[in-house]
């Protein structure tokens, strides 16, 4: 259940961003690198990693 909380706060979060003048998704982090680049391409990150680790 937690995964889902922070995909669901993600979505509100990245909906959130397109009421801010030029925004700009830097990095997506997640468990599974096929979600993380599904997320990332969706908004536009610029970065996508497999795992919270290779995030920091």
């Known amino acids: 259940m937690r995964y889902c909380w ?5 979505q ?3 909906k959130d961003l397109k ?3 030029d925004p ?3 990095a997506v982090a997640s468990r599974s690198i096929a979600k ?5 391409s ?3 990150s610029k ?3 497999g795992s ?5």
Request: proline share 0%.
């Open 24 to 26: 700009m998704l830097t």
């Open 52 to 56: 919270y680790k290779e995030l920091f």
């Open 36 to 40: 993380s680049k599904e997320f990332g």
């Open 42 to 44: 969706e908004y536009n």
């Open 19 to 21: 009421l801010v003048e």
């Open 47 to 49: 970065y996508v990693f």
């Open 12 to 14: 509100t979060f990245v």
């Open 6 to 10: 922070f995909g669901q706060f993600a």
